[in-house]
């Protein structure tokens, strides 16, 4: 053995050893409990980034330990490579996107191995494969028979940068999720999945998210905004039309001094005759934050006072929410108060504090009007609210919802905030819409037999508004499938989400060939036990996984309902105070750091500095300390490495006849293999399994061993640190279990179990509170019970000093470690 350790030589031997053992490829198999462990598949952008290797160093330990414990381990990657900034990338380079992402997916694949990632390569898949969009392109036609699938012309949210469509889910804080650009609204027609059917079940169904974090949860739960309110006609005074609106808010009816209807409602154009007041609506700002409107000369009637209230057009009510109408009160909500301030509308209270309800009195719209500084958003007491005045918001809202129902004006209904899924894109980079538009037949869905639908390779890409496809003739011409005659082809492709939503069901099975999975294996390695990635996805990628999942699950093809039984959402990696990227140079390439270093001291580093949910800062000195470590890992085993090849390995059989010293070691290793173990199952705090693994590695550097039992003591010790460090650094733990004799991989090996009874401290410090104060420590056995303890304490002359002649009032022992004794 080599009295250095050479990183470089040892880690390419062992990942080249893995790969020909095919050591993590795995099958179905019902005599072993199985475990799915994934990490969200990156995109090909060209290279791994420290984000990417912390995410999956993560799972690639959690997947080794796993292994270790007994578990038939699925542990796969690939590809999720459609998208924008390959189309963007070959615009600039001139190169096709395919080459792109492939020679990128080359490049990144060697990364990961490098890395010492164990995957199956075996299940490898790539989302730009015609073998595997062949299979979006069958789901889209069985919920197209479902129902699930429409094409209508809809105001979308359009990147000018990207020059494509957005998902609501894509909008960040006004932006584009990718680039950041100001999000507009545009007007096309779009294919849309219909989400909103399953609203419902995916809001019931996050009640059972047990192994989620509760805040991915709640931001799910507030994206569907299932609300309860009631939907109310307005009669349009003048003629027979109605308005419908919906409000959770029926007890500030009374309070409606004006009604706001999108710019695309349709009862724009029936109740506006007058050109230029239909030229001021189609010039309003697209900025709901301006809160501009618009009169229409027309006037609704207040169902409950008969009253009539003017009718806007305003930028900040749009068509695809609710009913594309709404009833305003000023008085009770901030944006219409600013709005009837803006257009100088009336200002009705109807719902006061309860602490003012017995000073309240009647005062004109004008007094109100001028009076009220801001609007009363909260719930409280009706007023000025006819046989509904004096009770309690919640109240109110039942009994009015009542009222409305029985006089046959409104009903009550729930709402949801959820919007369906705009799936088209106009880009080329993506999988083709698999409908054909006759002028015949209308619009035909491609038959399953034709499919894939594989996209054209000569495509001139000029970053255009409209989709590439659009210009390939040879594309766009086709047959009817139900009349033979001319037809054409759907150019849009689909959103890359969809892709994303269902791969992990293909690793099960990524061979079949006849159908998109088999649903033997789903059944037996589905949900996926323990999924890795980042939060940003909680109302994207993650809410669509569980809508196609439930999808899947009614076509028929498997019975899970939720794909992902728990989620670890990793924390980002920060450098001097900020993000790593690109775009503020505090980036660390993590191949010039395993080069220096080699993969495990990167691997330890990134799972001690940080528990895996906490951000991490990056620290050159903590990379440091993670190499001494491994070193010193290397040089214990080779300076007692007679020791650790002899025969026997008795445990804890000895802890009766050593010595001190051997018993602290002995003690110490078995406390180590529990608060590793205990780590990595309770939370995944990687850096306290380390912490733990150091602390041994110290009490072992430090111990000479003398006799027989002694020397048994360290080879038993040194043996458990080797197997608890493997997850972490697997390549030098082979390196260092084949020194030691041992004939087959550590990966094969039997995670070590402790002995509570070894574990158990014999002393114990106990700490000593007078009034919550410390004023001693003492060294007591340990197991003692709680009335030994209380001795113990009040034995010690400073606690006497501290306690005199004062009456003692009680007396707190808390888990045989610490007493407050307070006088």
């Known amino acids: 053995m080599e009295a250095r350790y050479h990183a470089e030589k040892i880690e390419k031997k062992w990942q080249e050893y893995w790969d020909e053992q095919k050591l993590f490829s795995v099958r179905e198999d019902s005599g072993l409990p199985k475990f799915y462990c994934l990490e969200m598949f990156p995109y090909p952008s060209g290279r791994i980034h420290m984000g990417h290797v912390r995410n999956y160093v993560i799972g690639d330990v959690i997947a080794r330990y796993k292994k270790m414990r007994g578990f038939n381990v699925l542990h796969p990657m690939g590809w999720d490579a459609f998208g924008m900034p390959a189309e963007n990338a070959a615009i600039k380079h001139g190169l096709h996107p395919s080459r792109w992402t492939y020679d990128n997916i080359d490049y990144m694949k060697k990364q990961l191995k490098k890395t010492g ?127 419908r609106i919906f409000t959770t808010r029926q007890d500030t009816l009374y309070g409606a001094t004006f009604m706001s209807i999108a710019k695309k409602h349709p009862l724009v154009t029936e109740l506006v005759k007058d050109e230029k007041i239909l030229k001021e609506v189609e010039s309003l700002s697209d900025d709901p934050e301006e809160k501009e409107g618009v009169f229409t000369g027309c006037y609704a009637v207040n169902p409950m006072t008969e009253g009539k209230i003017p009718i806007y057009v305003a930028n900040f009510v749009l068509m695809e929410y609710g009913t594309g109408a709404i009833m305003a009160v000023p008085a009770h909500d901030q944006r219409d108060f600013e709005f009837a301030k803006k257009y100088g509308l009336p200002v009705k209270e109807v719902i006061i504090p309860a602490k003012r309800a017995g000073e309240w009195k009647r005062k004109s719209a004008e007094e109100q009007t001028d009076e009220l500084m801001e609007a009363f958003e909260d719930e409280g007491v009706l007023v000025d609210s006819e046989q509904f005045s004096n009770l309690p918001s919640k109240e109110a809202k039942g009994k009015i919802a009542d009222y409305l129902e029985e006089k046959g004006i409104g009903k009550k209904v729930v709402n949801y905030k959820l919007r369906d899924w705009g799936v088209s894109r106009q880009r080329y980079w993506g999988t083709p819409i698999p409908i054909i538009y006759c002028p015949s037949c209308g619009t035909v869905p491609v038959p399953e037999d034709e499919l894939p639908v594989v996209l054209p390779q000569d495509v001139l890409l000029a970053g255009k508004g409209v989709s590439p496809l659009s210009e390939v003739s040879d594309f766009i011409a086709a047959k009817c499938p139900e009349c033979g005659g001319d037809a054409k082809r759907e150019t849009d492709t689909m959103d890359t989400f969809v892709d994303s939503s269902w791969y992990f069901l293909r690793y099960c099975s990524p061979k079949t060939g006849d159908k998109p999975l088999d649903p033997e294996a789903v059944s037996y390695w589905m949900p996926v036990d323990q999924y890795i990635g980042g939060v940003e996805h909680a109302v994207l990628h993650l809410l669509y996984s569980r809508f196609f999942t439930k999808v899947i699950r009614d076509i028929g093809l498997i019975r899970t309902s939720e794909p992902f039984d728990n989620l670890l959402t990793q924390g980002m990696v920060i450098k001097d105070g900020a993000k790593m990227s690109k775009s503020k140079g505090n980036v660390v390439d993590p191949d010039s750091l395993i080069n220096k270093y080699g993969a495990d001291t990167v691997r330890v580093f990134c799972m001690f500095a940080a528990p895996p949910e906490r951000d991490l800062d990056w620290s050159d000195q903590g990379v440091e300390g993670a190499s001494r470590f491994l070193n010193r890992l290397w040089a214990v085993v080779c300076k007692n490495l007679d020791i650790l090849c002899a025969e026997g390995d008795k445990g804890s059989k000895y802890s009766s006849q050593l010595s001190v010293s051997a018993s602290r070691l002995m003690r110490k290793t078995h406390q180590t293999i529990k608060k590793v173990t205990g780590s990595i199952e309770r939370d995944y705090h990687f850096n306290t399994a380390i912490a733990a693994l150091m602390e041994l590695m110290n009490e072992t550097v430090s111990f000479n061993p003398l006799s027989n039992g002694d020397r048994e003591v360290m080879r038993f010790g040194i043996r458990r640190m080797v197997l608890l460090i493997s997850p972490f650094a697997p390549h030098i733990a082979e390196e260092l279990w084949k020194e030691i004799g041992e004939a087959k991989s550590i990966l094969n090996e039997t995670w070590p179990v402790w002995d509570e009874d070894a574990a158990r401290e014999e002393e114990i410090e106990l700490v000593i509170q007078v009034n919550g104060k410390v004023r001693d420590k003492v060294m007591i056995p340990a197991g003692l019970d709680n009335e030994a303890i209380r001795e113990k304490a009040f034995a010690g002359p400073r606690i006497q000093e501290h306690i005199k002649d004062k009456p003692l009032k009680k007396v707190i022992i808390v888990k045989s470690r610490l007493v407050n004794i307070v006088v």
């Open 117 to 243: 990632l164990g995957y199956d390569w075996g299940r490898e898949l790539t989302t730009c494969d015609p073998e595997y969009y062949k299979w979006d392109q069958w789901f889209f036609l069985k919920m197209y028979e479902r129902g699930l699938v429409y094409k209508k012309a809809s105001s979308v949210n359009w990147c000018p940068s990207c020059e494509t469509v957005l998902a609501n889910e894509q909008v960040i804080d006004g932006g584009c999720w990718r680039c950041d650009t100001i999000v507009v609204q545009k007007e096309l027609e779009q294919w849309f999945f219909r989400i909103t059917d399953y609203a419902e079940e995916l809001l019931e169904d996050s009640d059972k998210l047990h192994g989620w974090p509760e805040k991915v949860v709640t931001m799910q739960r507030n994206w569907i905004g299932r609300s309860e309110g009631v939907e109310v006609d307005f009669r349009i005074a003048g003629c027979d039309k109605v308005m």
